[in-house]
């Protein structure tokens, strides 16, 4: 089973697309069949709501899995099911972490 603020890559629906992207799990759901994520991409789309930036110069970004700066879009929690992710990239950790949370309200 995943944990709370692990980054996967998933194909799921967001902005009426199901590109495959990271997501940032933030809730386990359903003994783990179900998770509520975030959707974060390298682009910044302005009907995307309210996001925060994951700074690739950030001490923490290394364990994300991520290759670039990208944007965690937190405007609400999207339901994505467990056969939906494709593979674990890394998750956040310390300041980076707390940073998430804060601007989040998580």
Avoid: N
């Avoid at 944007?71 to 990239?89: K, T």
């Amino acid at each position: 089973m995943r944990e709370a603020f692990e980054i996967v890559w998933a194909k799921a629906v967001w902005l009426q697309c199901a590109d495959e992207r990271p997501w940032l799990l933030v809730d386990v759901r359903k003994g783990g069949e179900e998770y509520g994520a975030f959707p974060i991409s390298t682009k910044f789309y302005r009907s995307g709501g309210p996001y925060y930036i994951i700074d690739d110069k950030h001490p923490d970004f290394p364990t994300t899995g991520l290759k670039v700066q990208s944007y965690l879009f937190y405007e609400s929690i999207i339901e994505i099911g467990d056969d939906e992710i494709r593979r674990s990239m890394g998750r956040l950790v310390g300041s980076l972490l707390a940073d998430v949370k804060e601007a989040s309200g998580l």
